[in-house]
């Protein structure tokens, strides 16, 4: 889908898909109109749970042409970046709170081709990305603690999402505003939104047993319809 000044962008989060068809949950997403595919890549350290390796991404890679959004929650990001980037080279997230030297890591990434994006924790202030941001695609602001899916939505993350939507617009900036954890088909989405968020994360909102993936991401797309991003 071609995105617009005000087009809200899905990233269906794997994660929460059936890793037994997990090619065919990717290609069911991009059929219901994904604009980017999510990837969690987790490592043990940083979270305390072990996800996605280099020949998982790669599998996600072939199974879609859509861009890769890759989140690496892993401490030290910089080790796993050359062979994750082989495959996965369209959008790379890194942790603020990973990074012993964000600006170099940042720098490393965009080196390469790729759109870069810093993600933070619910904890983190804007002031941990604030002095890498001229050099940023995407801000990705977590609304849930990382390393679990499945877990609610942080109301909280609301007032940090319009702080940075509002230093990006004051600046002239033209990174992205990212969420990631517990969006829905409701507020959640909505407030996100209107908050300033352009690109919404979504796992099992989008891959669940109550309905088809189709169906998901139809009632999160109508939730959305209409709206702009930083727009009340």
Do not use: W
Request: with cysteine.
């Amino acid at each position: 889908m071609t995105a617009t000044a005000n087009h809200v962008q899905i990233a269906p989060s794997v994660l929460a898909a059936d890793f037994g068809r997990l090619a065919q949950q990717v290609r069911d997403a991009d059929a219901a109109g994904a604009d980017l595919i999510h990837v969690d890549v987790m490592d043990g350290r940083f979270v305390p749970n072990i996800s996605f390796g280099e020949v998982v991404v790669d599998a996600i890679r072939s199974a879609t042409d859509l861009p890769l959004n890759l989140h690496l929650m892993v401490h030290e990001p910089d080790r796993l970046l050359p062979g994750l980037m082989k495959s996965a080279a369209d959008q790379v997230l890194v942790h603020a709170e990973a990074c012993a030297h964000l600006h170099r890591t940042v720098g490393y990434v965009k080196e390469q081709g790729s759109q870069v994006g810093v993600a933070i924790n619910p904890a983190t202030p804007i002031a941990a990305v604030e002095e890498v941001l001229p050099d940023l695609d995407i801000v990705l602001v977590m609304t849930v603690n990382p390393g679990f899916g499945g877990q609610s939505f942080i109301p909280s993350a609301l007032a940090k999402l319009r702080r940075l939507h509002r230093i990006i617009q004051e600046k002239g900036y033209h990174a992205k505003l990212e969420v990631d954890g517990g969006v829905k088909a409701d507020a959640t989405a909505r407030d996100s939104v209107a908050a300033g968020a352009e690109i919404l994360v979504a796992g099992t909102a989008i891959f669940n047993r109550e309905q088809s993936v189709a169906e998901a991401m139809a009632a999160l797309r109508a939730s959305v319809d209409g709206l702009a991003p930083g727009k009340t």
